[in-house]
């Protein structure tokens, strides 16, 4: 078993959500988080409230307001949590969006939105931090989705950024792997969370939530350097289109 205390991580997209998710259980788990969002964040209820979790579990956390499409603020972000933290030995591309329409009705600003975000964040993301974790022997996820290896109808940029996150995922792991850096692409269904505008609520009950993705991350780190699962695929188990 791997110790987690006393490793830093950096997630991007933390406000909510799954990001949320991930940096509670990690906190839990002994681990200090810096998260970013668009918003500015030393206004935002989510850091007091991790900052309590943060105390019970003698971690640090500090929010971070960043947008991943541009790569200057990803850049001072990533010092900055260096600052704050030491040095970054876990990261969590999390932060993305949808926009779904026919092709023939995707505007220019929503493709381009899709894709800078949900694609080239993930580069910006890992292109910041990439030497930190090859110093440090360090873990880079990020979360694709399902969308990253099954097609829809409406679903072309989505589709296109997230079959893209999980092929730049594997292949960075190809270039990193021998550096001990390890890289797993997590590709969730149906999660409950604010996506494309949704309000969790009880009808949601069926969903992944968003403490299943923080508890298997926090397996995954805890696996022994030796093993490494590159690809997840994580469905909810009895979705109602497959209920008896
Ligand atoms: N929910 C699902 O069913 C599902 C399934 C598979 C994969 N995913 C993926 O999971 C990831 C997280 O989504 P979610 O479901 O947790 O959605 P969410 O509840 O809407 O959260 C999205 C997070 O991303 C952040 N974000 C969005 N654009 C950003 C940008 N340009 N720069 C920095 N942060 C940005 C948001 O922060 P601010 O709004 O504060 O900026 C927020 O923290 C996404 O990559 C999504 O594609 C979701």
Request: with cysteine; proline share 4%.
């Amino acid at each position: 078993m791997i110790h987690l205390k006393h490793k830093n991580a950096f997630i991007t997209g933390g406000t909510k959500g799954i990001g949320l998710g991930i940096a509670e259980a990690l906190l839990i788990n002994g681990i200090s988080v810096a998260f970013t969002g668009r918003e500015q964040i030393s206004v935002n209820s989510t850091e007091k409230a991790l900052k309590l979790l943060a105390d019970e579990h003698n971690t640090k956390v500090i929010g971070l307001t960043a947008d991943v499409r541009n790569y200057e603020d990803m850049s001072r972000a990533s010092d900055r949590a260096m600052q704050a933290l030491g040095p970054i030995d876990c990261v969590i591309a999390n932060a993305g969006l949808g926009h779904f329409a026919p092709v023939h009705e995707m505007s220019l600003e929503h493709w381009h939105q899709t894709i800078d975000t949900n694609l080239t964040g993930v580069f910006y993301t890992l292109k910041v931090l990439a030497e930190s974790l090859m110093e440090h022997q360090g873990y880079f996820m990020s979360i694709s989705s399902l969308a990253g290896t099954n097609f829809f109808a409406g679903g072309s940029a989505y589709n296109a950024s997230k079959f893209g996150v999980t092929g730049f995922t594997q292949a960075s792991m190809l270039d990193l792997r021998s550096y001990g850096v390890k890289m797993t692409t997590i590709m969730p269904g149906s999660v409950s969370t604010y996506f494309n505008n949704h309000q969790p609520d009880d009808s949601d009950h069926w969903k992944i939530q968003k403490e299943d993705l923080g508890q298997i991350v926090v397996q995954l780190l805890s696996m022994h350097p030796r093993s490494l699962p590159s690809k997840i695929e994580l469905r909810p188990t009895q979705p109602p289109s497959f209920k008896r």
